[in-house]
C-alpha cells in the first residue's frame, strides 16, 4: 500500500503502557500493509541500546551526564535508522524521542529548557514528529504498576520527580494547543488497552 509516511512517537510517564501501544499500532499498520518500523529510545542502535543499558543501571549520572547520553543515543538513532527509513517511503513509530528530554531532564531534574530546545534540534537534525501520542498517567498509578523488581534507576526516582514529568508532558502539549496544528493527542493511560488501541489508529489511519 502506498500512502505518506508518518513519524509517530509516544510518550509519557514510566509504566504508561507505551511500549504496548507501540507494538499494538505496529502490528496493526503492518496488517493493514503500510511498511513500518518500530523503535525506541534510549536505543534502537548498537551504540543507543549500549547507552540505554548505562543509564538503566547506573545511578551516580548527574543530570548534565545523563541529559548528553540520551542526546548522543537519539543523534544516531535518528542519523542511522529514522531519517533512512522515512527516506525509503517506510513509517516509523518511536518509543520517546525529544519531549522526554523535555520532560525528565528539563521538567524532572530542572535543566535549562531553552538550551534544551537547542540541544534537541541538533540532536534530532531538526526532525519533529507528525504525532505525539501522550498516555498520561497520574504519578500514584506509575508507582502502583511496576513492582519492586521491575523499577530500575528511573522509576526509583521520588514521586514529585514523576509529578513534575508529567507537567512537563502537560505543558509541551498546552504550549502547541494554542498554534493551529497540534502534534498531540492525549489519552488516559488508565482506560482499558484495547480502547487505547482503537483511538490511537483512527487518529493514524487519516496521516497514512
Ligand atoms: P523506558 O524503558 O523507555 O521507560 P519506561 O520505564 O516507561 O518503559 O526507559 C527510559 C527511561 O529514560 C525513562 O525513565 C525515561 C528516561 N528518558 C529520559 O530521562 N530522557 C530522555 O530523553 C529519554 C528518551 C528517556
Redesign the pocket.
Given at each position: 500500500m502506498t500512502g505518506a509516511v508518518a513519524f509517530i512517537v509516544f510518550e509519557?510517564?514510566?509504566?504508561?503502557g507505551?511500549?504496548t501501544q507501540a507494538r499494538a499500532l505496529f502490528r496493526q499498520m503492518q496488517r493493514s500493509g503500510y511498511p513500518v518500523i518500530l523503535t525506541?529510545?534510549?536505543?534502537g542502535t548498537p551504540l543507543g541500546e549500549s547507552l540505554?543499558r548505562l543509564?538503566?543501571n547506573r545511578p551516580g549520572a548527574t543530570p548534565m551526564g545523563?541529559?548528553f547520553l540520551?542526546?548522543a543515543?537519539?543523534a544516531q538513532l535518528v542519523q542511522q535508522v529514522i531519517q533512512p527509513a522515512l527516506q525509503k517511503q517506510t513509517s516509523v513509530i518511536c518509543?520517546?524521542?525529544?519531549?522526554?528530554?523535555?520532560?525528565?531532564?528539563g521538567y524532572?531534574?530542572g535543566l535549562d529548557l531553552l538550551a534544551i530546545d537547542q540541544l534537541n534540534l541538533l540532536a534530532s537534525s531538526g526532525l519533529s514528529p507528525d504525532l505525539n501520542i501522550l498516555l498520561d498517567l497520574p504519578p500514584q498509578s506509575i508507582f502502583d504498576r511496576?513492582t519492586g523488581a521491575q523499577r530500575?534507576?528511573?522509576?526509583a526516582?521520588p514521586q514529585d520527580f514523576h509529578q513534575r514529568?508529567r507537567e512537563g508532558y502537560l505543558a509541551q502539549v498546552s504550549q502547541e494547543s494554542s498554534q493551529d496544528s497540534s502534534h498531540w493527542l492525549v489519552l488516559d493511560a488508565t482506560r482499558p488497552r484495547r480502547a487505547l488501541a482503537l483511538e490511537i489508529w483512527q487518529k493514524v489511519r487519516p496521516l497514512l
Open positions: 509519557g510517564g514510566d509504566g504508561a507505551k511500549s525506541r529510545e534510549p536505543g540505554r543509564l538503566k545523563e541529559l540520551f542526546l543515543a537519539r518509543d520517546r524521542f525529544t519531549a522526554s528530554t523535555v520532560a525528565y531532564q524532572g531534574r511496576k530500575d534507576t528511573f522509576d526516582a514529568v
